[in-house]
């Protein structure tokens, strides 16, 4: 279990946490999700020790982490990085034997990673002479080759087409099933909604809402509705119903969570002849904007205005 | 997993990925090359044996003055061929077409164009004295056998030098050389790897997934050994090269070293290298592309040619002069200048020993320093100034 607590950091002026904390649980994955400029790197550089903390406390079963301890976790950066010029079955076996492994259990490893993401010919071969999407996958591999305890990923969905994301998942969610406690980092809420079985979500070097999934959700005061009348027919909605958009007659809606599915549909079609409902928990991004009182989107760009100036 | 068993590993990828590299591997082969081509071109346009000076001579010589002017001539590598004259006019003739490299006149004048090689006037001269000095004792009743030991009396003195050791004299002057130019070339043939090796760290990135399983002063400590190593074993390669060159060819004497001066010189040669290393590799980790690296290093060039050149310039030629022993106990300059004064005999024992504690210390304080410094400006994003990274806060 991965526990910070009360994480503070200043940079002069800057407060890059304010007191964050937060629990990871082994054989879980914990989404830490929040805007851009919001701590999530800081706090990651943390578990590592990259970084002098003004206060708080970073524990790893129970007691402040040891280099051996260390040793068995595995970090993914946000700036992804290795050596380019270095084959990429060896790098990973240098990192692996960094890492405390015997070269031969090291060589192992590295074969085994390389041929589980399909590079397996690719063992001799430059990082360098590799795909952007490999050379994304031989990081992966870099992060997981000495089969960590602790899996601590900043940002691993950034910059993955769709199909990267649903390989990383997957990877991810082994990792996890086998026993592994997985951190993962993301600022774009709604693409990880789904992997994520635990939830930080974080604001302004501080942690405001956690839990498993569901319970972070139930946190919003409102829900998600989706319905479409008989014939894309005009909707009228009552005042305490905000219409989100609408595109050929499905109108989205945000809901009180307190209003019941029978009595909604009876005040949005009180004559009956709808075609399609849906009654959905918030999205994440909704929780986030109910819970921190602005979306995700305007506090990157009053992130990016404040270090523009 | 102990940290020297972290550190040798890190060492052991960048000794191989620095072998790996062609830069280094064609420039040290070039050099090499060069080196020995240096030492071995000179050669084949040399004439094989001793030197010999063709000597026109004219009007009457004393006897015995040819084997005279040979043993004059035996400790110079060189003999003379005397071709004999009719008068000045040949004589100047002769000297003219090249016929002869000068012409004794009356055993009284030595012709030449423009001055005679030195040593055929000082022979010619010698074999006169020695010859009338011989003439006059034989007159005085001395026999030819007494006659020979006094000739013959004394042995060439010996040397002994007021300001210490007895020096080593040109041996002593080349090895002066050698291992201040040794130790210049070095760090100017690798630290510019150290600088690249860890922008390349820094730029791609890799350097924050290394720092997930190892401390910055792991990092730093891992490259100067690797590097030193490396360092040494070029010079090692050179000086192989060259003496191995010279055993065939024969271009010059082996300076005759004693361990005293090779030891303190190796010990030198490794502490400044050091020294220098890891300021480079700070250097490195400041800037964030070449170019940047050209301005961060940009100090250090300055202090390392500054310093090579007023060893050349300044502590060769007054090797006991007061800026030579102020430049004995600074630990940039000392590795510089304590070869040189030791090689030459220009130091006396206690300052060689209080310089190497002074210059040892002060490169472990260097690397200390450049650990936090490194470890300050590695994570850092951008390019840094000195006075940035001596602020900036340095990671564990």
Not at chain 1, 247 to 270: I, N
Not at chain 2, 270 to 294: C, K, N, R
Request: aromatic fraction near 6%; include cysteine.
């Amino acid at each position: 279990m991965l526990e910070l607590t009360g994480l503070t950091k200043r940079y002069g002026e800057v407060v890059a946490l304010d007191g964050v904390s937060l629990t990871a649980r082994a054989g879980r994955l914990l989404g830490f999700l929040g805007p851009n400029g919001s701590g999530k790197t800081t706090t990651m550089r943390a578990v590592f020790g990259l970084v002098q903390l003004d206060a708080g406390e970073v524990r790893w079963h129970g007691g402040p982490i040891t280099a051996a301890q260390r040793r068995r976790f595995g970090y993914m950066p946000e700036q992804r990085g290795l050596y380019p010029r270095m084959p990429c079955g060896p790098q990973l076996r240098y990192l692996a034997r960094l890492h405390g492994m015997a070269r031969a259990e090291a060589e192992a490893a590295a074969r085994r990673w390389l041929d589980e993401l399909g590079l397996g010919e690719r063992f001799d071969d430059a990082v360098s002479q590799l795909s952007h999407g490999n050379q994304q996958r031989v990081q992966l591999a870099s992060a997981l080759v000495h089969d960590p305890e602790l899996l601590v990923l900043d940002e691993p969905f950034s910059g993955l087409d769709p199909l990267g994301v649903a390989a990383m998942s997957e990877v991810l969610r082994e990792r996890a099933a086998q026993g592994a406690t997985v951190v993962f980092s993301s600022h774009q809420l709604d693409l990880v909604e789904e992997l994520c079985e635990d939830v930080v979500i974080v604001a302004g070097g501080r942690d405001r809402l956690a839990g498993t999934l569901e319970q972070v959700r139930a946190s919003s005061e409102h829900r998600r509705a989706e319905i479409r009348l008989t014939g894309g027919r005009a909707l009228t909605p009552p005042p305490d119903i905000e219409v989100l958009d609408v595109r050929e007659g499905v109108a989205r809606l945000r809901v009180p969570t307190d209003l019941d599915a029978k009595e909604l549909l009876d005040r949005l079609a009180p004559e009956g002849g709808v075609e399609r409902f849906a009654l959905q928990p918030p999205s994440l991004s909704q929780v986030f904007r109910d819970v921190v009182g602005a979306s995700v989107r305007d506090l990157e760009a009053a992130v990016d205005t404040e270090a523009a100036s | 997993m102990s940290p020297a068993r972290t550190i040798l590993l890190i060492a052991g990828r960048e000794t191989l990925d620095r072998l790996r590299n062609k830069a280094f591997v064609w420039g040290t082969g070039a050099t090499l090359v060069v080196l020995i081509a240096a030492i071995v071109i000179p050669t084949l346009f040399e004439d094989d044996g001793p030197r010999t000076y063709d000597l026109g001579v004219v009007g009457a010589i004393p006897d015995g003055f040819e084997p005279a002017l040979d043993r004059e001539l035996e400790g110079q590598d060189a003999d003379a061929e005397l071709t004999e004259l009719d008068d000045r006019a040949a004589a100047a003739a002769a000297v003219e077409d090249g016929e002869v490299v000068a012409a004794l006149l009356d055993a009284r004048e030595l012709m030449a164009r423009d001055l005679p090689p030195t040593t055929l006037h000082a022979a010619v001269d010698g074999a006169l004295q020695q010859l009338a000095l011989a003439d006059e004792l034989e007159r005085a009743g001395i026999d030819e056998q007494e006659l020979g030991s006094i000739l013959g009396a004394h042995d060439p003195v010996t040397v002994i030098d007021t300001e210490g050791d007895a020096g080593e004299g040109d041996a002593g002057f080349v090895l002066a050389f050698a291992a201040t130019i040794l130790l210049f070339v070095a760090i100017q043939f690798n630290g510019n790897s150290l600088l690249t090796g860890a922008i390349e760290e820094k730029s791609s990135r890799v350097v924050e997934v290394l720092l997930g399983a190892v401390r910055p002063w792991h990092l730093l400590t891992a490259k100067l050994i690797a590097l030193t190593s490396l360092a040494l074993g070029q010079i090692a390669v050179f000086i192989g090269g060259a003496l191995g060159a010279n055993a065939v060819v024969g271009a010059f004497d082996v300076p005759p070293a004693t361990p005293r001066v090779l030891a303190i010189s190796l010990l030198m040669v490794v502490i400044g290298f050091t020294f220098f290393a890891a300021l480079y590799t700070v250097a490195g980790a400041m800037a964030s592309s070449v170019e940047d690296a050209q301005g961060t290093a940009g100090p250090l060039a300055f202090l390392t040619v500054g310093t090579y050149m007023v060893v050349i310039f300044a502590v060769i030629p007054s090797p006991t002069g007061l800026l030579s022993q102020i430049l004995t106990f600074l630990p940039p300059t000392a590795p510089f200048t304590v070869p040189a004064r030791v090689a030459m005999g220009a130091i006396p024992a206690w300052q060689v020993a209080v310089s190497a504690l002074v210059t040892v210390a002060g490169t472990a304080l260097t690397i200390r320093l450049a650990g936090r410094l490194y470890a300050a400006a590695v994570l850092a994003g951008g390019k840094l100034t000195w006075r940035a990274v001596w602020r900036a806060e340095p990671i564990r």
